[in-house]
């Protein structure tokens, strides 16, 4: 087994219920769930590779595709949605030349779609990896991805 | 820590704590608290807590300095609130770093509180020209219980909780037995805050019931309502009075093992709750003996991986499992054959720090609060257009209209109220004929709405309620597990209604229909996720007919946000052919040139609205309506002269 994965998984040996802090500690690791760490994750629970898909693509936090080096969360929750959200959707998209759920070809971006961030009281709200960017504009979503390499 | 303090007595940890939490409240040194919970972080309170910390060390004063909860005035963040010795606290709101550096200079330096900068003071004493913080508009109506500590203890320090009366609700529920511990949360008259109200007490009966030397206890705080945050709050401003009320349900219904199940999208929630769980054992208030009494008890963080339908108990327990998180029939329920099939109880966390505040204070005491049927208090989030944003709580009974403009403010931008959405995706739509409705449970749930976990929006005219409801049910239709075909079909049945209707290509029969769907899936899906989610449509249909009816018959937005249905026009006695718009137009819809009037070309314009965007406002040219026709040249022609 490879051994980055190993260590990874080595702490949930014998323990029920782990799939799910097991996929989050691996996409954690390695940004994605590649084939080869899903099937490695089947056989250390001794569960069907299909099982773990089954799980994984049930929750919206996993993927399966290498992500870009950096994730632009929009947040189409309620109050972020009459504060104007879609607006600043719509110039990242055109901005970044892609949809959401999609990354730049030069694998630099992530867009993603959030349904609340519970940062309502100050919305619009995205984020930028770990950064909350409140009260966002179309023009503040612009400069906001400008510093990003 | 070492085996001495695992073995002192609750009372020997209160004193240790008192200690502590008298060196900080009465400290002969100034205190600085930074609201640094995730809304104060948005705003930039981790940049002004870098700047207070660089300023004090620049200037060799020595203070203290804590980032602290949410105190729920989130409009006004970044929030900092200074004390000096023997004064009483001053809050100031909207601190920049400069502002920040400024204060440090002038009140701890010079001794001027800027009265023009603060917001009010908090605790004994006044300060000249700046009002008691409580006294404000947005904070006088409120009874603050459950958010009695955001913002003013340190959330990771147990020994703050402590002092206040923390975990002396646990330590008195180890000296009765589960019976009363019951009958006490039983006579609070509490309701479970998680949405559907079930009474607590009640609830804690049945698993108590149930036989099984298993049995598990779970803190629901998946909060996947968008618009609401409560939970997240109490999580990051005051941890301890969540895990608190986990003890003594814990206590009450026999439980060995207990869950948070917490929403990964909240970091910080999670980085608290980890802290002070180890806290917790620190002191022997988790484990195998807890206070030497025998009980064993432990808690364990579940993150939760992105899915709303997971909120919902059974595909809670699911998920815990490892499973795909979707929901069962019930019975059996949850107290019967929980997780693992042993006799579980769920109890958002909410409801649990009621729970802890119950027992340390008495359940008259908290009955005197609410309703004949809806006793205590609930928090709620205010978001959307209104003036002032934030975590409230309020007596159950108070009025929309108090919540939305007392405390609110009312509509923000000085713009007309349209709706107020209660309870989120399963909740519905009111228009301004309900704002005297008393908000309780019972009223609320007659009026079509829930009273939900609390999330509180307001739309104003610029909403489109169509659009809003099309909004909801896309929100639904996307988060419907697929487990039963009433919800996972019908619930895109009727967006694509509601798509349709939005995009001008509604049709006669269109209302009929989403009525009908909606009684098929309210009534035939398997949990509550299908079971609400017409409830955004049927309410916005009951009150707000008449803008599905102009969506269908004429075509018409009137809050023009429907696309399809908007038009540009450029006015002639306006432009000043300056050629912005054309270059701009993205479809080379727009004729024109240099100091002729522009004109749009209607068929092949795509309502993107750019050239409204990059018309200078000086000349205020370009006009956006719906349903309607505005006359205008169809080529372009010179400018009038007189310009
Ligand atoms: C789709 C759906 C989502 C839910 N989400 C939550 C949630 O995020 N938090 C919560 O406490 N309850 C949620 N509930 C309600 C729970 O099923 C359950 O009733 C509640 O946690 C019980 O706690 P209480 O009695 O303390 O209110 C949800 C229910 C449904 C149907
Ligand atoms: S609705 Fe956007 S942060 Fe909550």
Redesign the interface.
Known sequence: MNEELAEVLAPYRGR??????I??AVQAKLGYLPEEAVAEIAQFLAISKSEVF??AT?????RFTKPGRHTVKV?????C???GVSQIMSALEQTLGIEAGQTTPDLKFNLER??????????P?IVVD?T???RVTPEKAKQAISSYE | MNRLEDAMTFEEIQSLAKVEWEAFDRSDRPRILVGAATCGRSAGALDVLQTVNDELARRGIDATVVQVGCIGLCYLEPLVDITKPGRPRICYGNVTPEIAAQLIEDYLVNDNPRPDLALGTIGEGAVEGIPGFFEQPMLKPQVRIILRHCGTIDPVNINHYIALGGYSGFAQSLKMRPEEIIEEIKRSGLRGRGGAGFPTGLKWEFCHRSTGSEKYLVCNADEGDPGAFMNRSVLEGDPHAVLEGMLIAARAIGATHGYVYCRAEYPLALERLRIAISRMKDYALLGEDILGSGFAFDIEIKEGAGAFVCGEETALMASIEGQRGMPRPRPPFPAQAGIWGKPTNINNVETLAAVAVILQRGADWYAQHGTESSKGTKTFALAGKIRRTGLIEVPLGITLREIIYDIGGGVADDKQFKAVQTGGPSGGCLSSEHLDLPVDYETLAQAGSIMGSGGIIVADEDTCIVDFARFFLTFTQAESCGKCAPCRVGTRKMLDILERVTQGEGRDGDIDKLHQLAETIRDGSLCALGGTAPNPVLTTLRYFHGEYEEHIKDKRCSALVCKNLVSYYILPDKCQGCMICLRNCPVGAIKGGKRLVHVVDQSKCTHCGTCLDVCPPRFGAVAKVSGQRIEVPEEPIPVSPSK
């Not at chain 1, 947040?75 to 109050?79: D, F, P």
């Open positions: 029920r219920g782990s799939l799910i802090p996929l989050q089954g799980v049930f929750y919206s936090q996993f947040c189409l929750g309620t109050s949605y009459v504060r959030v349904a609340c961030f519970g940062c309502c009281a100050l919305s709200i770990d909350v960017c409140s």
